[in-house]
């Protein structure tokens, strides 16, 4: 089944304490991409990647940081959260292009 | 920065009722692409229609695309409860970058 996962679905944290939330595609997408949701503003996105090895700021970029080493994956790293990094959070990927496909999210709490 | 903008940001009908929502952007596009989100779920996307195209339909849903007005519609025939959800709007960005509007929440009734 071509599917796009997050891992954790669901993680509650502290200020500071490094994390990293996990996204893998099993389409063979050259196309990735990290967006948050909060209230009120929508999507934004975060990160995207063009293919391995090729990464480039989204519109709020601040504060994370991502890889891709694989093609298929294409972790976003949040080196010292903060409360504001509270958010619901989604990895999606595509063809050049194409539709985007959307992982189920993972829902942040920084306390 | 957001490219798309929906409007209206909510909207109340009848199961049976056609619901229409807009989406207007400010650059000129590729193509625009329409989701439906569950809620706090993943988006699903429902349909693509390129620059070119002036009107595309999929089962229930109709999509137009006025490129000298930078605007589109979606239309969602005979809505069902089921058809409760926020719908997006989405145009690229440097070829695949999508730009989200901020949605319209559609509530059907029964």
């Known amino acids: 089944e071509a599917q796009v996962t997050q891992n954790p679905r669901y993680l509650i944290t502290v200020t500071g304490k490094k994390l990293t939330v996990t996204c893998s595609q099993n389409?063979?997408?050259?196309?990735m991409s990290w967006y948050r949701q909060d209230p009120g503003l929508g999507l934004r996105q975060i990160y995207y990647?063009?293919?391995?090895?090729?990464?480039d700021k989204g519109d709020v970029p601040e504060g994370y940081k991502v890889s891709r080493k694989e093609k298929r994956n294409f972790p976003l790293i949040l080196e010292s959260p903060s409360p504001n990094q509270t958010s619901l959070y989604f990895c999606?990927?595509?063809?050049?292009?194409?539709?985007?496909?959307f992982g189920p999210g993972t829902r942040l709490t920084v306390t | 920065s957001q490219q798309g903008e929906e409007d209206p940001q909510a909207l109340s009908i009848q199961e049976g009722e056609n619901a229409t929502m807009n989406c207007s952007y400010k650059?000129?596009?590729?193509?625009l692409q329409w989701y439906r989100q569950n809620s706090g779920r993943g988006l699903v996307h429902l349909i693509l229609?390129?620059?070119?195209?002036r009107e595309k339909h999929s089962g229930r849903l109709r999509v137009t695309l006025d490129t000298s007005k930078k605007s589109s519609s979606l239309l969602i025939t005979a809505s069902r409860a089921a058809d409760t959800a926020s719908y997006f709007c989405?145009?690229?960005?440097?070829?695949?970058?999508?730009?989200f509007g901020k949605g319209t929440t559609l509530s059907v009734s029964s």
């Open positions: 229609i390129r620059s070119n195209e």
């Open positions: 990647s063009m293919n391995v090895e090729v990464t």
């Open positions: 650059t000129s596009i590729n193509n």
């Open positions: 989405a145009t690229t960005r440097g070829g695949t970058a999508l730009i």
């Open positions: 999606a990927s595509s063809g050049l292009g194409d539709e985007q496909y």
């Open positions: 389409m063979n997408h050259e196309y």
